[in-house]
């Protein structure tokens, strides 16, 4: 083993793996557009867009010229009393990129943190104008948020929480009729979680502050889509009893499901969006939580308590904004919106062939994401098959990450036919392998 794999045998703690019997960890040197280079020049597909977070393509000359600019400007400064271009500028920018009512724009640093800010400000907007008793929060079967504490009570990923359990606060978790390509019971999956969700409201609705769901697209559990409908009716009932509605949009936000934000292809407009990953092309950690006017104006007073207090040192950190900045404009520069349509196109031409393999149910394609599950009888997150198809995909040069038995394709927008046709021959010569 080299010296770099030593040393991080020794001192590196890698987030999500059991170091003890997962697959060694890979160097990486560089990366340019969807291609990582190894430390004697293999080259990776990169079919996971870095965790979901690089869009563009690795290290894009505009994006990098926008950090190095920023940072011999203003690379940081305390954002309580004090403001800066960057951060306006992004925050006008996404107010008129948002549907109509979300105008507010509180900056944190990553999904886990907007996704507690959501939660926060949906909590004490009720405590506010002194209704404090909506202390119930709703969330959805296969829901996942983020790892802080907040975040995990508000998710249902049992096979990362476990440990945690005790210390979640109570949430409302309501089903979540998932679907795909051919589902026959997908009418009777909806109308049997819309009458659940009834009966509950009908209980509790007006005891509850908000509700959080990833719309159309649960990721972490396993790819799993949702129809437009059903978020259309579930909103609505929600708004029926006041209740908040937080989506959660740190994964499809941007463009991945195939409009900018998964709301406006749902055409639901929720009162709090989280916004993450893909916001700074996914060169720096960066995220917003965006509320409506009218929530906003629930913290105004003339006291300080109604203030929202809760900040991070980096809130607003101008390097991040002006990656983000630089980020919004290719996708005018570079008629990304096109190029998403066109990887659409492709996924559907590929996995008409691939849902034939025996071994493959489930297909499901989204905007960017395609999906499918390997034929298993367990799907649980941690399954041993994961770890020898990382092992077979990284051989044959594509970085894919299965979620248990779910494999996914979700590459940046910059890759092209040739590497996405790669991709699939490859998939389908470790999948005739099982
Ligand atoms: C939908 C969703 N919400 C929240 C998060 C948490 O984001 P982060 O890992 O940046 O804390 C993730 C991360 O995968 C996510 O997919």
Redesign the pocket.
Known sequence: MDSLLVNDANHVWHPLRQAQTDITVTPILSAKGSVLYGENGQEYLDMVSS??VNLHGHAHPKIAKAIFDQAQTLEQVIFADLTHKPAVELASRLARLLPEPLTRVFFSD??????EVALKISYQYWHNQGQGYRKRFISFEGG?????FG?MAAGNAAHFHAPFQEFLFDVDVMPYPHTFDGDREIEQKEASALQHFKDHLEKYGNQTASLII?PLL???SGMRMCRPVFLQKMVAMAKSYGILVIF?????GFGRTGSFFACQKASVTPDLI?L??GLTGGFL?L?VTVASESIYKAFLGDTFDKAFAHSHSFTANPLGCAAALASLELFEEENTLQKIKQIETWHHHHMAKLSKHPNVIKARIMGTIAAFDIKSEESKYALPIVATLKKAFLERGLLIRPLGNVVYLMPPYCTTEKQLTHAYDSIREVLDQI
């Open positions: 965790w979901w990553n999904g886990s943190t907007a996704v996942y948020h983020g790892d802080t975040a990833e649960q990721g972490s959660d949009e740190i994964m499809t989280c993450s990953k950690p995220s």
